[in-house]
Protein backbone atom coordinates (compact mmCIF):
# COMPACT_ATOMS: atom_id res chain seq x y z
CA UNK A 1 0.00 0.00 0.00
CA UNK A 2 2.62 2.13 0.57
CA UNK A 3 3.25 2.22 -3.35
CA UNK A 4 -0.03 3.55 -3.85
CA UNK A 5 0.55 6.85 -1.50
CA UNK A 6 4.24 7.32 -2.48
CA UNK A 7 5.15 5.77 -6.02
CA UNK A 8 1.92 6.08 -7.51
CA UNK A 9 2.46 10.03 -6.77
CA UNK A 10 5.86 10.46 -7.96
CA UNK A 11 4.86 8.72 -10.86
CA UNK A 12 2.56 11.42 -11.76
CA UNK A 13 4.87 14.20 -10.63
CA UNK A 14 8.56 12.95 -12.12
CA UNK A 15 8.41 11.89 -15.95
CA UNK A 16 11.45 9.69 -14.68
CA UNK A 17 9.72 7.62 -12.47
CA UNK A 18 7.63 5.14 -14.62
CA UNK A 19 5.54 2.66 -12.56
CA UNK A 20 6.43 0.05 -14.88
CA UNK A 21 9.81 0.05 -13.57
CA UNK A 22 9.05 -0.76 -10.34
CA UNK A 23 6.05 -2.81 -9.78
CA UNK A 24 4.68 -5.92 -11.62
CA UNK A 25 2.23 -4.90 -14.04
CA UNK A 26 -0.95 -6.79 -12.49
CA UNK A 27 -0.47 -3.95 -9.48
CA UNK A 28 -0.30 -1.03 -11.58
CA UNK A 29 -4.32 -1.14 -11.81
CA UNK A 30 -4.29 -1.88 -7.94
CA UNK A 31 -2.18 0.89 -6.85
CA UNK A 32 -3.58 3.12 -8.86
CA UNK A 33 -6.77 2.92 -7.42
CA UNK A 34 -5.45 2.95 -3.70
CA UNK A 35 -3.93 6.23 -4.82
CA UNK A 36 -7.52 7.73 -5.42
CA UNK A 37 -8.92 6.55 -1.82
CA UNK A 38 -8.67 8.23 1.55
CA UNK A 39 -7.17 6.45 4.14
CA UNK A 40 -10.35 6.61 6.40
CA UNK A 41 -12.63 5.18 3.18
CA UNK A 42 -13.90 1.97 3.87
CA UNK A 43 -13.03 0.10 0.61
CA UNK A 44 -9.46 1.16 1.18
CA UNK A 45 -10.06 -2.58 2.80
CA UNK A 46 -10.44 -4.19 -0.38
CA UNK A 47 -6.69 -2.50 -1.80
CA UNK A 48 -5.78 -3.74 1.26
CA UNK A 49 -7.01 -7.22 1.09
CA UNK A 50 -6.01 -7.62 -2.84
CA UNK A 51 -2.50 -6.57 -2.02
CA UNK A 52 -2.22 -8.32 0.62
CA UNK A 53 -3.51 -11.98 -1.33
CA UNK A 54 -1.34 -11.22 -4.52
CA UNK A 55 2.01 -10.05 -2.21
CA UNK A 56 1.62 -14.19 -1.06
CA UNK A 57 2.73 -14.44 -4.39
CA UNK A 58 5.64 -12.50 -4.61
CA UNK A 59 6.44 -8.45 -4.11
CA UNK A 60 4.12 -6.24 -6.16
CA UNK A 61 6.66 -3.32 -5.98
CA UNK A 62 9.89 -3.78 -6.51
CA UNK A 63 11.86 -0.87 -6.30
CA UNK A 64 16.16 -0.41 -6.25
CA UNK A 65 16.27 3.16 -4.05
CA UNK A 66 19.82 3.31 -4.35
CA UNK A 67 20.33 3.23 -7.96
CA UNK A 68 17.13 4.34 -9.61
CA UNK A 69 15.29 7.34 -10.24
CA UNK A 70 12.78 6.95 -7.74
CA UNK A 71 15.63 6.57 -5.17
CA UNK A 72 17.18 9.76 -5.85
CA UNK A 73 13.48 11.43 -5.96
CA UNK A 74 13.21 10.47 -2.90
CA UNK A 75 16.42 11.72 -1.29
CA UNK A 76 15.57 14.84 -2.94
CA UNK A 77 12.34 15.33 -1.07
CA UNK A 78 13.93 14.43 2.18
CA UNK A 79 12.80 17.03 4.64
CA UNK A 80 16.14 18.51 6.07
CA UNK A 81 14.52 20.47 9.12
CA UNK A 82 16.30 23.39 7.60
CA UNK A 83 14.18 27.07 7.56
CA UNK A 84 13.30 29.96 9.93
CA UNK A 85 9.38 29.15 9.89
CA UNK A 86 8.39 28.01 13.51
CA UNK A 87 7.78 23.94 13.43
CA UNK A 88 5.19 21.68 14.97
CA UNK A 89 6.02 17.96 14.57
CA UNK A 90 3.59 15.34 16.55
CA UNK A 91 3.68 11.77 15.96
CA UNK A 92 1.81 8.88 17.92
CA UNK A 93 4.36 6.77 19.83
CA UNK A 94 2.41 3.42 17.96
CA UNK A 95 3.39 4.94 14.91
CA UNK A 96 3.37 1.56 12.73
CA UNK A 97 4.64 3.70 9.14
CA UNK A 98 7.23 6.04 10.54
CA UNK A 99 9.44 4.92 13.52
CA UNK A 100 8.84 7.90 15.92
CA UNK A 101 12.75 7.96 16.36
CA UNK A 102 12.58 9.91 13.25
CA UNK A 103 10.81 12.23 14.60
CA UNK A 104 13.39 13.27 17.04
CA UNK A 105 16.17 13.24 14.78
CA UNK A 106 13.99 15.59 12.54
CA UNK A 107 13.89 17.80 15.35
CA UNK A 108 17.33 17.99 16.26
CA UNK A 109 18.67 19.05 13.30
CA UNK A 110 15.82 21.65 13.10
CA UNK A 111 17.02 22.91 16.59
CA UNK A 112 20.83 22.85 15.33
CA UNK A 113 19.94 25.39 12.18
CA UNK A 114 18.39 27.34 14.60
CA UNK A 115 15.10 27.00 14.19
CA UNK A 116 12.35 26.98 17.08
CA UNK A 117 10.06 23.39 17.12
CA UNK A 118 7.76 22.32 19.27
CA UNK A 119 7.82 18.69 19.84
CA UNK A 120 4.79 16.48 21.03
CA UNK A 121 4.15 12.53 21.12
CA UNK A 122 1.01 10.92 21.38
CA UNK A 123 0.62 7.66 23.66
CA UNK A 124 -1.68 5.30 22.31
CA UNK A 125 -2.13 6.62 18.62
CA UNK A 126 -0.69 4.84 15.67
CA UNK A 127 0.04 6.97 12.48
CA UNK A 128 -3.64 7.98 11.42
CA UNK A 129 -4.63 7.32 14.77
CA UNK A 130 -2.83 10.71 15.51
CA UNK A 131 -5.02 12.66 12.71
CA UNK A 132 -8.25 11.21 13.94
CA UNK A 133 -11.71 13.82 15.25
CA UNK A 134 -10.38 12.75 18.88
CA UNK A 135 -6.43 12.93 18.42
CA UNK A 136 -4.94 15.53 20.86
CA UNK A 137 -2.67 16.42 18.06
CA UNK A 138 -5.78 18.38 16.31
CA UNK A 139 -6.51 21.05 19.46
CA UNK A 140 -2.36 21.24 20.24
CA UNK A 141 -1.55 22.05 16.69
CA UNK A 142 -4.20 24.65 16.16
CA UNK A 143 -3.44 26.32 19.76
CA UNK A 144 0.14 26.29 18.34
CA UNK A 145 -1.13 27.88 15.28
CA UNK A 146 -2.79 30.58 17.08
CA UNK A 147 0.12 31.10 19.05
CA UNK A 148 2.28 31.87 16.16
CA UNK A 149 -0.20 34.35 14.70
CA UNK A 150 -0.56 36.21 17.79
CA UNK A 151 3.63 36.33 18.62
Known sequence: MVGSFVLVPYAAEYPDVRLKDYMIPVATPLL?????RSTDDKTILVSLLTTAALETRGA???ADLNNSALGQRLRENTA??????????GQGVEDEVVPI???AEMAQRARLSGRAVTEKDYPGRSHMGVIAADSPLITDLLDWADAQVAS
Open 32 to 36: RAAAQ
Open 60 to 62: LVT
Open 80 to 89: SGAGTAPLFL
Open 101 to 103: AGQ
